[in-house]
């Protein structure tokens, strides 16, 4: 208990005047709320584990651009170019922390699965060539790190979760989670909350590098609403599964609040590329349910009344919308045509002219402007490709393009495969089910955008995580069952 004690402190204590001393006073208490959290859960019995989880999951909730001087600056596609301290980083040395002093004996027995594995070969691959073609070669390094950070969270969070209880505990925490980031988003939509409600304002009203400012959309905690709606989009599918499959009637109801909450709150971001995405992949998930698992499917009437409710509900909130959701899909959307074409000819002018070796991880800004095939970026700077798959073959050539795609058919397959051979408990199959649902949700919105580039990275890797320790778990419990 003294060890706790002394550990709690010092977590305190780092945490505390890293974020404290740059907020509103008044938005200090949500701070301390969260710390009285974790101390709660650091107590319980055998809640280490779920302390290290609950604090890597936090981390990317809050504003990705604060710094100790509270200075901003857009991430333009990648990483801030030089050292930065954020709460992502404070909440992964943490977890590291708490890790190694109460399970130093164990981490001998860590697997790096085949995936991140390549994932990891990749961020070590995309900085070495970075060093030959890159301008900015510490803009590489601290992309690489990022990407280094995200693939340790994967292992943290699939070594930690090593059975379905534990599982089924955290997916009701970040049920609790996403309920509390929905009802921030819903009082920000009707102004009750601010939308800076985090360390003050990113940027002044006037200030023109955000052209969808013009349009009121709530960010919850992270301050951005492409980042807020990512976030939901990776786990509406998963706890859409839930809902389906949980027999038990206090958690199906939960798991329908998360899930209603969360597709409102999606909605409210007015995400293009999301919501389309979210739909799709919540569509794959029910693919994937009717496929592997129809025993677990509701009865037709069931089915056909839910369909009926959600589609009844959806028209709801697009009638109540519909004016915002038009011009932001079809107006607004019409108006980014000529800026997204200029922003493809270019990658694509900087893929024919560094095809091998790229320009260099995170070092397409600088690339654009000196190679600027559509003679927008020089006039009028651009962000860099809305495309993660042509950013990454311009900055990382063919080989690492090629690499990043064999990470992402790799992780497919292996769910796939698991969902087809096992017979899988209601919590697995929606961690599997809805994950890749969710998985396949980002990799959909990088076609129109970074996807997993920006700080949506550390939260896609802990989706990850979750995945991996299902399809561990089920195969560890079959092995025990053989023996």
């Keep these: 208990m003294t060890n706790k004690i002394v550990v709690f402190l010092v977590v305190s204590i780092l945490m505390l005047s890293i974020l404290l001393p740059a907020i509103k006073f008044k938005y200090a208490i949500l701070i301390t709320s969260l710390m009285s959290l974790v101390f709660l859960i650091f107590f319980s019995p055998g809640g280490i584990w779920l302390v290290i989880l609950f604090v890597l999951f936090i981390g990317p909730l809050l504003p990705y651009t604060y710094h100790l001087t509270k200075f901003y600056e857009p991430h333009f596609g990648g990483a801030y170019p030089h050292f930065v301290i954020t709460p992502v980083y404070v909440a992964f040395l943490i977890s590291v922390l708490l890790l190694f002093i109460f399970y130093r004996h164990k981490l001998s027995n860590i697997k790096i699965e085949k995936s991140i594995y390549i994932w990891i070969f990749f961020s070590i691959y995309s900085l070495l060539i970075s060093f030959i073609s890159a301008i900015n070669i510490k803009a590489s390094f601290y992309e690489s790190i990022r990407m280094l950070v995200t693939g340790a969270i994967c292992i943290i969070v699939y070594y930690l ?13 970040i049920g609790m989670i996403l309920l509390l980031e929905s009802s921030i988003a819903f009082l920000q939509e009707f102004s009750i909350l601010p939308n800076d409600l985090l360390f003050g304002e990113s940027q002044s009203a006037s200030t023109v590098i955000y052209a969808t400012q013009i349009f009121k959309r709530p960010a919850g905690t992270l301050r951005e609403t492409n980042t807020l709606a990512k976030f939901l989009s990776m786990y509406i599918p998963i706890f859409l599964i839930l809902s389906i ?16 909450f969360s597709v409102l709150a999606l909605f409210m971001t007015l995400g293009r590329s999301a919501i389309v995405a979210t739909i799709l992949g919540s569509f794959f998930s029910f693919f994937l349910l009717g496929k592997f698992a129809k025993e677990h499917l509701p009865s037709k009437k069931l089915i056909i009344s839910g369909i009926s409710v959600i589609i009844v509900l959806v028209a709801i909130v697009t009638g109540l919308l519909f004016q915002l959701l038009y011009l932001r899909f079809v107006v607004f959307g019409w108006l980014t045509v000529g800026g997204r074409i200029a922003q ?30 559509s003679g927008i970026a020089a006039v009028t700077p651009q962000f860099p490709a809305h495309n993660l798959y042509l950013l990454y073959f311009a900055e990382t050539g063919i080989f690492g393009i090629l690499l990043f795609l064999t990470f992402i058919i790799l992780f497919f397959l292996r769910g796939i495969r698991v ?22 949700s980002i990799l959909i919105q990088s076609l129109t955008g970074w996807g997993v580039r920006s700080i949506s990275l550390f939260s896609f890797f802990f989706l990850l995580g979750i995945i991996i320790s299902s399809i561990n778990n089920i195969k560890t419990s079959v092995l025990n069952n053989q023996l």
């Design 419 to 440: 969902l087809n051979s096992f017979d899988l408990d209601e919590v697995s199959l929606a961690a599997i089910a809805g994950g890749l649902g969710g998985f396949s």
């Design 161 to 173: 979760i090593d059975s379905n209880e534990k599982l089924n505990k955290i997916m009701i925490i």
């Design 344 to 373: 493809y000819q270019n990658a694509l002018h900087i893929i024919r002219r560094h095809f091998f070796l790229g320009v260099g991880l995170n070092n397409y800004t600088y690339a654009m402007m000196m190679e600027d095939a």
């Design 245 to 260: 499959v949980t027999k038990e009637r206090i958690k199906k109801v939960f798991f329908f609040l998360v899930l209603g």
